[in-house]
């Protein structure tokens, strides 16, 4: 089975998050990036585990600037085989699905899984725009991916409970948690990815059609007030006026 | 003792991070998950009953804990120096006492066999300890010869086709479990000769060394040696001398001092969250002058050490770091984590002293750390008879 795993780059969870140009661009000085953990604990997980049961090539997909070579890296060191960068600023939803597509189009890959989201834009776009561009069927946050021939099972998290869909090949996927259990790297793995391909292929011509305009903290965590245990009546004044939740 | 999330983060004030590279990163953030997902959840546990897991070996040899730096035809990683001290960064961190398995494991066990030993003997046992299926440990000090081990009385005498080994190790990291053992002792010409001890030789035991206030999490033992029958191709035919053990300490040591700047991280990473937390006299206790005196003074100790030891492992790759350098980062690093330790403590008021927190734990460990593999004070004498030229110790 031909696999092709999308992953993108997220801020490390302890990251201090600040914005530059008047709020309307990511401060990245000092930041430490990761693999998006939805791609890299589910989906590129899921796929290896799919292609150390049945066979196969699992293949690494980021649209992203050359620094992003050291994410690329990590995931050929938890085991893919080969990866492709394609060399553009990511900043668009659309714009990334279709470089995606554009080069998934001519490789006929079995499935293409992606994470639900990215921890840092949550925008939960690029798998359905791939499955869209390519017209293969799309099911999305899927929590558990088995196969039988050229049938998948996926079980969904649905309100109240799951639902399980059944699918044949090739058909794109985004992968959400339960699909698999994150993987540590092991030494030889590292060592591994030294030498496995990562090719670096030009941005198809794709316009950007969104821009972020303003970006603005969640407000904190405001501090606490403490209420005598003989005034319970005080408590209930400020829940109504203040916090005004009763 | 629920264990809480370990949600440790470096400090690197100084961006050091800028001075590795992305493979190095990669290596660091590897070990550091490992430890995060196997070590932290239980490591208070283990020590608490002062036992090691078991199920470490597996996951250190994974992750490369192993001989990082011996060649990959003999089963190691072919890493450089300055990965071989990140992976002892990232095992103090957690622990002292899994820093020191794997320190023994690489430093005192593999490294010997590397550079010493016989092609048969690196084919025999190399391969076996990178992936943890053999363990070993290190028996130079004795009960009577710590800080000068060329006093040393175990001995071997020739019987022609083997030797008869007599004596006994004692402060033996890993002795209880090891598989083989690298023994220093004297021949009859009183040179110092190294060779590995098989468990199963007859007359050769490794009683547990048991009431450790220290390392509790690292197994310690003796080794008793009676009358062992050791086979000739069991010695390493190339080296005589102090400066066979001596070169698997300056190993270790280096090792060391990337360690102890682990378990110096994770006090301070520790005191200064629970420092903005704590809230005494209506403010953090991170506001008062007091307890910022000891963080700043921290933080700009675990600044140098960093960037003392990243030029020193710069100079180990260039095979140009000697012995000097090497003690005096050993001794300057554990000490700074000794102190960084005793202080975060305080920070943690009472809650410093249970194991809620690492602080005691590595507060202990260091105790052992700043004593083994050179003390405190031998480390001063050797920086002393570097720059004067005049041994004091003798
Ligand atoms: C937990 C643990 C694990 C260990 N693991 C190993 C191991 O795996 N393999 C191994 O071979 N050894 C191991 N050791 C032994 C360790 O290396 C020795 O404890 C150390 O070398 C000190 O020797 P000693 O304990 O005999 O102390 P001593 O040498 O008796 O020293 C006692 C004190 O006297 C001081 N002193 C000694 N000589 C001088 C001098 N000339 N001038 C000034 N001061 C001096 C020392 O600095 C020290 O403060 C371990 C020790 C511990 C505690």
């Not at chain 2, 490591?43 to 040899?61: D, M, N, R, T």
Request: net charge negative; charged share 20%.
């Amino acid at each position: 089975m031909k696999i092709l795993v999308c992953i993108s780059k997220s801020p490390d969870t302890t990251t201090k998050i600040a914005f530059k140009e008047n709020n309307a661009q990511f401060d990245e000085n000092n930041v430490q990036y990761i693999v998006n953990p939805y791609d890299e604990w589910y989906a590129l997980v899921r796929a290896l585990e799919l292609k150390e049961a049945g066979g196969g090539n699992v293949t690494i997909i980021n649209v992203g600037l050359a620094e992003n070579d050291a994410i690329i890296r990590k995931a050929l060191a938890i085991g893919a085989d080969d990866a492709v960068r394609i060399d553009a600023d990511p900043s668009d939803a659309l714009y990334v699905a279709e470089q995606i597509a554009a080069y998934a189009k001519a490789q006929n890959f079995d499935l293409i899984l992606a994470g639900k989201e990215t921890i840092n834009y949550n925008g939960s776009a690029i798998g359905g725009m791939i499955s869209e561009l390519l017209g293969l069927p799309y099911i999305s946050l899927a929590t558990k991916l088995t196969m039988a021939g050229n049938t998948a099972t996926i079980e969904q998290d649905i309100d109240g409970g799951t639902q399980v869909v059944e699918c044949d090949l090739p058909l794109v996927i985004s992968a959400a948690k339960g699909m698999a259990e994150q993987r540590i790297p092991n030494m030889r793995g590292i060592m591994a990815a030294r030498t496995k391909p990562l090719t670096v292929v030009s941005a198809v011509d794709s316009a950007k059609l969104t821009a972020v305009k303003l970006y603005t903290l969640a407000a904190g965590r405001t501090e606490c007030k403490y209420i005598d245990a003989s005034t319970p009546e005080k408590l209930i004044e400020l829940l109504h006026t203040e916090a005004k939740v009763i | 003792m629920a264990a809480k999330t370990d949600n440790f983060q470096h400090p690197d004030y100084y961006l050091m991070d800028e001075l590795l590279t992305d493979e190095h990163k990669l290596i660091r953030d590897t070990v550091r998950a490992w430890v995060k997902k196997e070590v932290s959840p239980i490591v208070e546990e283990a020590c608490q009953k002062a036992e090691f897991p078991k199920q470490w070996i597996k996951g250190l040899a994974e992750v490369g804990a192993f001989g990082p730096y011996i060649p990959v035809e003999y089963g190691g990683a072919g890493l450089d120096q300055i990965s071989y001290g990140i992976i002892m960064q990232e095992l103090e961190r957690g622990d002292s006492g899994l820093r020191s398995t794997a320190s023994v494991q690489s430093s005192l066990v593999m490294f010997p066999i590397y550079t010493f030993g016989t092609e048969e003997q690196k084919k025999k046992y190399l391969p076996k300890l990178a992936s943890g299926d053999l363990m070993g440990c290190f028996g130079l000090t004795e009960p009577d010869h710590g800080s000068n081990p060329s006093g040393m009385i175990s001995n071997i005498k020739d019987k022609g086709d083997h030797y008869i080994l007599n004596g006994a190790k004692m402060w033996i990291s890993n002795a209880p479990f090891a598989d083989i053992a690298v023994v220093w002792a004297k021949d009859e010409n009183g040179d110092i000769r190294g060779m590995v001890i098989e468990r199963g030789m007859p007359g050769f035991t490794t009683p547990e060394t048991h009431g450790k206030w220290s390392l509790r999490a690292s197994a310690t033992g003796e080794l008793v040696f009676d009358n062992v029958k050791v086979p000739k191709e069991n010695i390493f035919p190339n080296i005589k001398g102090l400066k066979g053990p001596l070169s698997c300490l300056n190993s270790a040591r280096y090792g060391i001092a990337w360690g102890a700047i682990g378990a110096a991280m994770d006090c301070y990473h520790s005191a200064l969250q629970y420092s903005k937390e704590r809230i005494q006299f209506g403010k953090p206790i991170a506001g008062f002058q007091l307890t910022q005196k000891k963080l700043a003074e921290m933080i700009t100790e675990i600044t140098k050490a960093q960037l003392f030891t990243w030029r020193l492992g710069v100079l180990k790759n260039e095979h140009r770091a000697t012995p000097g350098q090497i003690s005096m980062a050993k001794r300057n690093n554990v000490n700074m984590a000794l102190q960084i330790a005793r202080e975060a403590r305080q920070i943690h008021g009472g809650m410093g002293i249970t194991g809620e927190y690492p602080i005691m734990r590595h507060m202990m460990n260091l105790e052992s750390v700043i004593t083994y593999e050179g003390t405190h004070d031998i480390h001063l004498l050797i920086t002393g008879m570097d720059v004067t030229g005049i041994a004091a110790f003798e």
